[in-house]
């Protein structure tokens, strides 16, 4: 906050280009990547509109991984385009199975492209993107990855992992603002840029690669927000990558504890991504009241559901600028709220879980 606070110096300048190449720098630390990951003055959405944009032309066949809201946007974006999404719909709160994908590859043989989250924020499910990746890489066909609340969340190197296009935005895992949007493209990914037909302008990923080149960014960047990164990068390095993702393991699991020990089910059982967690509420309670209720008269702010999930569900984000005294305030909030709506619940009973779990991260004693 400091940092963003401070002078908003010229953009080109000797002293903004040195920013940008340690940013750079950090970035690609974080994304796996010996790629440049472009920084862009948007929201994660422009750097999904963008991926599609620059990589295909109108009348393309694409897959869309849809289970839930952000698989939802993918398609939406397709359609906008005049690119065609053929769908592998998901059950909300369950994980797309390879063999669906793999399916729906052999129905479309000319797809040029498949759309998916790591982490599906809407249900809180991780898609295995690894493995989709093996799907990919064995024909024409690029994986583009929303990875917005899971870059920096979970270990997922694109370049190891084979992932074509990997996003993510500013305000999740990067604790900062909304505002900058991030995306980087294995070679295959660029070599696609320079065939692809839709029209682009603001979102040329050609031109903001030229700008990397150049220590310098296409269009007037945010500056302040990417004076706010540099020292979020710093923080994530100096806990260190793989502490950052057992971090946030180690409170989900914490997380998830406490809603089974209060006798609740999750909405992603299976495979719950350790970004968010969904907790399916009793028929008894009215979600959306019991939300406003922890929001405004508690001062602790969840997530609700969305669609069919509303007023059904609550969610707990565990990413980002979180520690495990924030689960333990919000699992004691949830805990209270509900006795207080008349829910079956034992006090105490869930942060005593969630402590449980928490207690394998406490520093060492000096
Ligand atoms: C938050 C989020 C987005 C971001 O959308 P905005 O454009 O930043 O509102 C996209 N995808 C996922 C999975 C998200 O969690």
Redesign the pocket.
Known sequence: MAAMAGPVIHHRTPAFAAVLAEVQEGLRELFGTTQDVLVLA???????EGAVTNLLSPGDEAIVVNG???GE?WTKICQAYGVRPHEVVVEWGRAVRPEMVAEALDAVPAARAVFV??????TCALHPVPALAELCRRRDTLLVV?????VGVIDLPMDRSGIDVL?T????ALMLP?GL?FVALSPRAWAATEQSRLPRFYFDFRRERRGIAERSTAWTPAISLINGLRIALTMLKAEGWQNVYARHDRLARATRAAATALGFRLLAPESPSP?ATAILLPETIDGSALFRYLRDRMGVTFAGGQDALKGKIIRLAHLGYVDAFDVVVAIAALELALHHFGARVELGRGVGAAEAVLAEGLPPRT
């Open positions: 948007a929201s994660g959405t422009g750097a999904m839930g809201k952000f946007r989250q790591a982490s599906e924020t809407s929303d990875g917005i609340t899971a996003i935005g500013s305000q999740k909304p949007a970004a």
